[in-house]
C-alpha cells in the first residue's frame, strides 16, 4: 500500500491509503479496419487494470489514456478493470503507452512499450503455476509456454520473482522453450523468502521475429509455525498467578512479530481462554492469570496461536500440567475490618449527596426542612464491547455540579484491545459552524477541548474498522475524560455475518467457538455449498484472509450474500443472486 500524509493547523497529520496497482496488458492482435483497402490495418490492444498485490481489478477506474504514437485517447474501463480500444497503422514501428491517473482509493500506474514493430508477429506467453506453495517442502515448480498465433514458438525468457507489492522484480533464472514451446522452471526454498504473497513474472524482451511480451501470476508462499511456552511455576497458590512466557517462530527459525498468542486451559469444564498478548519484535510474549480462573485442583494449559493471515499455519504449544492449591479461609479479622470499611464509605457517600445536616440546622432555626436533597444515584449503563466506555469520574466530581467541556481517551482495536493511529474523531451539532474533527496520535488517543453546550453526535471512523456514532452531552461530570472506544475490524464484522449462513452445516453448532475460521471454511467447501454459500464463503476467505484491507462498504454487499445463501438453502427456494437480489436459475 502506499501512504500519503496531508496536516492542518487545527489536527494532527492524516494518513492517506492508496493501494498500489499494475497495467497487464495482453498479447496486440493485428486486424483489418472497416475499409476496403488490404493494406489499412490496425492494433487490437487490450488489457486490465488490477491491483498489484492482490490481482484483484480495479472497477470502472477512470482517467486510463491510452497513446499510440502522438493520438491519445480516454478509455473506458469495465467492472471487472477490463479496457480494449483499436487504432489504425499501416505498419512500421511505433510507440505505446498506457497511463492510469489513479484516485483516492488507488494509485497510479502506467505501461510502455516504446519499439513496437507492427511487422513482427506477436508473442502468447502462458505459465502454469501453482495457488500456494509451502517454504519448507519447496521448490516452487512453474512451467512456460510460448506461442504464435499458429504453433508453439521457441523462444528465452526472464523469469522474475518477489513480494507482490514490489515495484521492480528480482530476476531469479532465465529458460528457453523447446519445439512444443515449453519450459519448466523450478526456484529453490531457499530463494522463496519470507512467507506471504509473491509475484512470478515471466518477460520476453523481443528478438527479430516477436513482440515483446510478459506474463504474470501471484503465488501465497506458507509457513508452518512453532510456538514454545514455559510455565514459571507449575505449582501455585489459589490466590496467585499463572505466569508462561514463549517464543514464535516460523519454519525457518525466524522470529514473528506483532502476532496474537491465547493461553489456554484445557480440564472438565472445557476449552477457556485466560489472556491474551502480542508477540513483540523478537517473537518472545508473556502470558499472565489468575489461578483462581482456574480453581482448585490440577489443569493443562497451553498457548495457541490462530494466525489471521493465510501463509502463516496456525499452531500450539506443548501442554504444560498447572496445579492450584485448595483456597485458603480468609481471617475473620480482614472480614470484619473490610465490612466496617465498606459500611463507612458506603454512609459517608450517602451523606455527602444527601446532606441530612441541612435539614437539622432548619429544624434549629424552626425553618421547615422541606423536601430532602439529593437523590438516588444515576445507574452507569454498561457499555458494549464495541462503541465508546465512558470513564469513571472521581467522587467528588460527581458531587458537582455538570462543568467539564472536553472529550478526551483513547481508540483500540476491539478485538486485539492495541491502539489505532490515525482514526477520525468528529463532533457535530447545530451550535457548531465546523464541526472539529481529529486524528488520534501513535498511542490512539485524542484531546477535543471547549466544546459548546448542548447535545452533539459524535463520530469515530478508521480504515478497515466499523465507524462507531454515538451522543456527548456537554458539560459532563468528567465522564467523558479518558473514556475509550473500541472499533470493530471490518473483516471481523464479515465473519460475523457469515456465521448466520454457515453455522448450519457444522457438525455441531457449538464448533463456530473452538474451530479456527480456516478450519470452517475448509469444512463450509468440503460439504458442497450451495452456489451462492459457496460465492459467500470464497467473498469472505478473501476479506478475511487477505492483506488487502476491506472497506466498511462490503458489509452491505455481504449482507446481502448472506441474505442470498438463506434463501437459497430454505427448502424449495429458488437460487437467489446476491448482486440482483432476485431469483435465478442454477447454471446447467
Not at 512444443?180 to 529453490?188: D, K, N
Not at 514464535?248 to 525466524?254: K, M, Y
Not at 494466525?307 to 485458603?328: C, D, F, H, M, T
Not at 458489509?555 to 443472486?577: I, K
Amino acid at each position: 500500500m502506499a501512504l500519503a500524509a496531508s496536516a492542518t493547523a487545527a489536527a494532527a497529520p492524516v494518513i492517506e491509503v492508496r493501494a498500489r496497482t499494475a497495467i497487464t496488458v495482453e498479447p496486440i492482435r493485428r486486424a483489418r479496419g472497416a475499409t476496403t483497402s488490404p493494406q489499412f490495418t490496425g492494433l487490437r490492444i487490450h488489457g486490465r487494470i488490477h491491483e498489484r498485490g492482490s490481482d484483484e481489478p480495479v472497477p470502472g477506474a477512470a482517467g486510463l489514456t491510452v497513446s499510440f504514437d502522438d493520438k491519445t485517447r480516454p478509455t473506458v474501463v469495465t467492472d471487472d478493470g477490463r479496457f480494449d480500444i483499436w487504432f489504425a497503422t499501416e505498419g512500421g514501428r511505433h510507440s505505446l503507452r498506457i497511463d492510469y491517473a489513479g484516485d483516492s482509493r488507488f494509485e497510479g500506474s502506467s505501461f510502455s512499450l516504446p519499439e513496437l514493430d507492427v511487422a513482427k508477429q506477436p508473442l502468447v506467453l502462458s505459465m502454469r503455476a501453482p495457488d500456494q506453495v509451502q517454504r519448507a517442502s519447496g521448490p516452487l515448480a512453474i512451467e512456460v509456454q510460448a506461442s504464435d498465433e499458429a504453433a508453439p514458438a521457441r523462444v528465452r525468457v526472464s523469469v522474475r520473482f518477489g513480494p507482490a507489492e514490489a515495484e521492480e522484480l528480482d530476476e531469479v533464472g532465465q529458460v528457453t522453450t523447446d519445439e512444443l514451446g515449453r519450459a519448466p522452471f523450478s526456484l529453490p526454498a531457499a530463494r522463496l523468502g519470507p512467507p506471504g504473497p509473491k509475484r512470478v513474472m515471466v518477460v520476453f524482451a523481443g528478438d527479430g521475429l516477436y513482440d515483446p511480451a510478459t506474463i504474470e501470476s501471484t503465488v501465497l508462499v506458507s509457513s508452518a509455525t512453532k510456538l514454545a511456552l514455559t510455565i514459571d511455576r507449575t505449582d501455585v497458590s489459589f490466590e496467585g498467578r499463572v505466569r508462561g512466557r514463549g517464543r514464535l517462530t516460523d519454519d525457518v527459525g525466524a522470529a514473528l512479530a506483532g502476532e496474537p498468542i491465547s493461553l489456554m486451559a484445557e480440564d472438565q469444564g472445557g476449552r477457556r481462554s485466560l489472556d491474551d498478548t502480542l508477540t513483540g519484535a523478537d517473537g518472545s510474549f508473556e502470558l499472565d492469570a489468575p489461578a483462581s480462573e482456574l480453581g482448585a485442583g490440577p489443569h493443562m494449559v497451553q498457548a495457541l496461536f490462530e494466525s489471521p493471515r493465510a501463509y502463516l499455519q496456525a499452531s500450539r504449544s506443548p501442554p504444560a500440567r498447572i496445579g492450584v492449591a485448595e483456597r485458603r479461609p480468609v481471617p475473620v479479622g480482614y472480614s470484619l475490618a473490610a465490612f466496617a470499611a465498606t459500611a463507612a464509605s458506603i454512609v459517608a457517600f450517602v451523606a455527602l449527596r444527601t446532606r441530612p445536616w441541612t435539614r437539622w440546622i432548619k429544624r434549629l432555626r424552626g425553618e421547615s426542612a422541606g423536601p430532602g436533597a439529593g437523590g438516588a444515584a444515576e445507574k452507569v449503563d454498561v457499555p458494549p464491547h464495541t462503541g465508546l466506555t465512558l470513564a469513571r469520574p472521581g467522587l467528588v466530581s460527581t458531587l458537582r455540579r455538570p462543568h467539564d467541556h472536553g472529550f478526551t481517551g483513547a481508540v483500540a482495536d476491539a478485538v486485539t484491545a492495541a491502539p489505532i493511529a490515525g482514526a477520525m474523531v468528529v463532533v457535530r451539532s447545530e451550535a457548531l459552524a465546523e464541526p472539529p474533527a481529529i486524528a488520534t496520535d501513535d498511542a490512539g488517543g485524542f484531546e477535543l477541548e471547549d466544546l459548546p453546550e448542548g447535545e452533539h453526535r459524535a463520530e469515530v471512523s478508521c480504515a478497515g474498522y466499523v465507524t462507531e456514532r454515538f451522543a456527548l452531552t456537554i458539560p459532563h461530570r468528567g465522564e467523558l475524560r479518558d473514556a475509550r472506544v473500541d472499533l470493530l475490524p471490518v473483516r471481523e464484522r464479515i465473519f460475523q455475518l457469515y456465521r448466520e449462513a454457515a453455522e448450519p452445516l457444522l457438525p455441531r453448532p457449538d464448533l463456530w467457538g473452538v474451530w479456527t475460521p480456516r478450519q470452517i471454511f475448509d469444512h463450509v467447501k468440503a460439504a458442497r455449498p450451495s452456489r451462492a454459500l459457496a460465492e459467500l464463503t470464497s467473498h469472505v476467505e478473501e476479506s478475511y484472509f487477505s492483506a488487502r484491507v476491506p472497506e466498511e462498504t462490503e458489509l452491505a454487499r455481504t449482507e446481502a450474500r448472506v441474505a442470498a445463501a438463506r434463501a437459497e438453502a430454505a427448502p424449495g427456494a429458488l437460487p437467489v443472486d446476491p448482486a440482483q437480489g432476485s431469483e435465478y436459475s442454477p447454471r446447467p
